[in-house]
């Protein structure tokens, strides 16, 4: 899964251990994302206010919740493509994307090249 190789591309903790906020939402953005839910409804689910939650979270980690999901997603596709040889629409409902364009853009702006390149096979 994507949530292995996290520290190659996560940026450094600004603290020396994150707060119990923080890390409550990054474990729980790892185990579920990707599942189509709000950041509101995730909040809800932690039992944090969703401004607390998107503060705490970019002061550990230096990036948004959303940073991270779209970051681990496209992570994990990575995977999808090179171990699998997945069409590129299946991946990206896969990892959770809503739309083949929106994926395309998230992988560009990570790996500065396209997903196709990363496909295996036909």
């Known amino acids: 899964r994507a949530t292995q190789n996290v520290k190659s591309w996560l940026p450094a903790s600004r603290q020396n251990s994150p707060s119990a906020v923080a890390d409550r939402t990054k474990k729980y953005i790892e185990q579920n994302f990707s599942r189509n839910l709000t950041f509101q409804q995730v909040a809800r689910d932690l039992h944090y206010s969703h401004s607390v939650m998107t503060r705490m979270f970019k002061k550990n980690f230096g990036l948004s919740p959303i940073a991270f999901r779209n ?7 990575i995977g999808l493509l090179l171990l699998k040889g997945s069409d590129i629409s299946s991946v990206c409902r896969e990892v959770g ?3 083949v364009s929106r994926f ?6 990570f790996s500065d090249t396209i997903p196709s390149e990363f496909r295996m096979g036909p």
């Open 71 to 77: 970051r681990l997603r496209t992570f994990e596709s």
């Open 97 to 99: 994307f809503s739309s």
């Open 104 to 109: 395309d853009k998230h992988f560009r702006n």
